[in-house]
T-cell receptor, first 124, second 107 residues
């Protein structure tokens, strides 16, 4: 079973860039069966899918964040990353990384493995 | 974006009860509907995918039904470990969206 673990700073200043990394163990991030995703959870908005990345670097994002969000993958380290630019207090949330099936092959997109989450606070 | 609406937002039930949670999509999502269970301080756990398919290892007291816009998650004979928050999620079209969650509490 794969294990996912988020890492990054717990506190980010407004207008700065949030950088998070998800380390994947127990499976290869280059497995073509899967995409790798970021999801966040805040009290006011529930769970929100942010975007997904394939091992080749193909990405897709939720439209509301597309202008500020960059996802990338490092196959040599078996990890993937999130960069969210120009953060505000509204970006404070619990951020999860997760795995899902390749939608172009399988159609369905259940998030079957998740990290434990990392709490991010945006504050000066 | 497809809006997912769960009802109720919370409910109180006793051990042994049958519980039903409803999820409604703002447009047709076929059977591309998944259910998750989340306990405090933990990540969501996939229970059911494709509306009615039990994820491996999930107890058979959980079941899912529905298609199109209306879906249900049922828990037969509620167990102490089932008190949690349940989320639905559509995977018909991007952006994939979640319901706001239903909290199942002990009566």
């Amino acid at each position: 079973q794969p294990q996912l673990q988020e890492s990054g700073p717990g506190l980010v200043k407004p207008s700065e860039t949030l950088s998070l990394t998800c380390n994947v163990s127990g499976g290869s991030i280059s497995d073509t069966t899967y995409y790798w995703a970021w999801i966040r959870q805040s009290p006011g908005k529930g769970l929100e899918w942010l975007g997904s990345v394939f091992h080749t670097g193909i990405t897709f994002y939720t439209p509301s964040l597309e202008s500020r969000l960059t996802l990338s993958v490092d196959t040599s380290m078996n990890q993937f990353s999130l960069r969210l630019h120009s953060v505000t207090a509204a970006d404070s949330a619990l951020y999860f990384c997760a795995r899902h099936l390749n939608p172009t092959v399988f159609g369905i997109v259940p998030f079957d493995y998740w990290g434990r989450g990392i709490l991010i606070t945006v504050s000066s | 974006d497809i809006q997912m609406t769960q009802s109720p937002s919370s409910l109180s039930a006793s051990v042994g009860d049958r519980v039903t949670i409803t999820c409604r999509a703002s447009q047709n999502v076929g059977n591309y509907l998944n259910w998750y269970q989340q306990k405090p301080g933990k990540a969501p756990k996939l229970l059911i995918h494709s509306a009615s398919n039990l994820q491996t290892g999930v107890p058979s007291r959980f079941s899912g039904d529905g298609s199109g816009t209306d879906f249900t998650l049922a828990i037969d004979s509620l167990q102490p470990e089932d008190f949690a928050t349940y989320h639905c999620q559509q995977s018909d079209s991007s952006p994939w969206t979640f319901g706001q969650g239903t909290k199942v509490e002990i009566k």
